[in-house]
């Protein structure tokens, strides 16, 4: 990292009596949590995770946005990890990491000037109300189970308000904005090397075993032949990752000057959409039109229009109207999705929605996080939507918050896309902060439309990663005038016209 990547916009620091007291709180909350564990007798806790959280917050509490990094990529991998050592609890790392971020960037308030105020904005508003929201779920009269409240409430909303929160306190100059996209396109790049490992090298042993479990195996394993997943927790998981990647990077590529991450960028958009296609799922295909809507509306330029319209239209013929490349079995795969009303597996969701929406009648609360489908064997045994997929993250969230919890999550999305669409046309003045926020809006509304057909918010890397997304979307006004001051005329957005003007994007 570059000197400078943990510079939290302001040298000042506190006194040495304020150092001394921050510590001593630091140590004392440590002593008190440690006592809590012990009477809890949480002893493998207290031996390992507690002093690793410790160790963390030592480590790197003059370092936040190094840890964030490091952080971000272990996230990245955490399911890949999973499988060599099933024994680590994940989803136990994952909150020790953010809870000991969490200290790390309060005690670094100690020792460097962090902006608070950059994270005070409507994203970080608008998912604490969706937190409160779900925070009264827990009251809702119809939930027989505190415990899968308490297990759903993490992806479902702590760390959605988490995520969006704190990411502008990391990310808060445009070199900031650009070590995120490289680590971003280079564990990109480490994903789709091992997805072709496993197609053409084959499996290692630990996802031979992983492929057979039975309910992997029927999911995974079809006539045609298998579906493969990289690093991450499934196919459907892994390849709307690689779609987002593409579309995120596809779009970018237009929004530097550098030709070395033109070049690289369009590579990594080309290779992970293609390599998305050995996963085997159709559903991923909606996130890179999204993101071409998206940039069709937002271009300043013509000729990036034109092109992202033939792109489009191109797609749209050569899976619709045409049988060219049905030998391949994943192209014939694919173009299955552009007949969805004829596919087998379309049908049986669509019988599945019938029976949520009339169970559903009636309860615009829902029943209670954690209580849909296979997630309420776990903690309620039988029951009637236990008995019934989803297939979807937003009929997931329909029957456990209801039509009101859904609208809300809905129209919160909906909110941060149009507001996304709307600094791109008539604020942010920079080319590259443009480029970041057309992306990140295409990448997030690629990512909703496609959780119609899988649960890909509440899993990693997906969900963090949109989080982060989110999150800088907010951040692009205050990066955009960053760029602004340090001078970057290069950079500077001139006018909308085609006049070849470098800001004409």
Request: with cysteine.
């Amino acid at each position: 990292m570059a000197n400078g990547v943990n510079n939290m916009n302001g040298a000042g620091s506190g006194s040495y009596a304020s150092k001394i007291v921050g510590l001593v709180l630091l140590l004392s909350f440590v002593f008190f949590a440690c006592v809590v564990l012990w009477k809890l007798e949480l002893s493998l806790t207290f031996a390992f995770f507690v002093p690793v959280a410790i160790l963390l917050i030592l480590i790197f509490i003059r370092a936040p946005k190094t840890y964030a990094i490091i952080l971000f990529s272990l996230f990245y991998l955490f399911a890949g990890i999973g499988r060599y050592f099933p024994a680590v609890k994940l989803g136990i790392v994952f909150d020790v990491g953010l809870v000991a971020f969490t200290f790390i960037l309060f005690f670094a308030t100690l020792f460097g000037k962090i902006v608070w105020k950059n994270s005070m904005n409507v994203a970080s508003l608008l998912t604490l109300i969706w937190l409160i929201y779900c925070f009264f779920e827990l009251f809702n009269p119809r939930v027989v189970s505190t415990n899968a409240w308490l297990v759903a409430v993490r992806w479902a909303a702590i760390y959605y308000f988490v995520v969006v929160f704190f990411t502008p306190l990391v990310i808060n100059q445009t070199k900031d904005v650009k070590h995120f996209v490289h680590v971003w396109a280079a564990l990109t790049v480490f994903a789709v090397l091992w997805i072709l490992k496993q197609k053409y090298i084959g499996l290692d042993k630990y996802e031979s075993i992983w492929l057979a479990d039975p309910i992997i195996s029927n999911t995974h394993v079809l006539p045609y032949g298998i579906r493969y997943w990289s690093l991450f927790t499934d196919a459907a998981n892994a390849a709307a990752c690689l779609a987002l990647s593409s579309a995120f990077f596809g779009i970018l590529m237009f929004f530097t000057d550098s030709k070395k991450e033109k070049i690289l960028f369009a590579f990594i958009a080309i290779l992970s959409l293609w390599s998305s296609l050995f996963t085997g799922t159709r559903s991923h295909f909606v996130i890179p039109f999204c993101a071409l809507f998206v940039l069709i509306i937002c271009a300043r330029n013509k000729k990036l229009v034109f092109g992202s319209v033939i792109t489009i239209v191109a797609l749209i013929a050569f899976f619709r109207g045409t049988n060219i490349g049905d030998s391949n079995r994943y192209i014939w795969r694919a173009r299955s999705a552009f007949f969805f009303n004829q596919d087998a597996s379309y049908l049986v969701r669509q019988k599945n929605h019938a029976k949520i929406k009339a169970y559903m009648a009636g309860k615009p609360f829902g029943i209670g996080l954690g209580l849909a489908e296979w997630k309420a064997k776990r903690f309620v045994g039988t029951s009637v939507m236990a008995e019934v997929n989803t297939d979807s993250w937003i009929y997931t969230l329909f029957v456990e918050t209801g039509i009101v919890g859904v609208l809300l999550y809905v129209a919160i999305y909906l909110y941060f896309i149009i507001y996304g669409i709307w600094i791109s046309l008539f604020k942010l003045k920079t080319k590259y902060v443009r480029g970041i926020a057309i992306a990140s809006t295409g990448g997030i509304a690629g990512m909703l439309a496609s959780s119609y057909g899988n649960e890909i918010l509440t899993q990693f890397p997906n969900g963090i990663i949109v989080f982060v997304l989110i999150a800088l979307i907010f951040a692009c006004p205050k990066l955009d005038k960053h760029s602004i001051e340090e001078g970057k005329g290069s950079d500077y957005v001139k006018g909308d016209s085609d006049n070849g003007t470098k800001g004409s994007y």
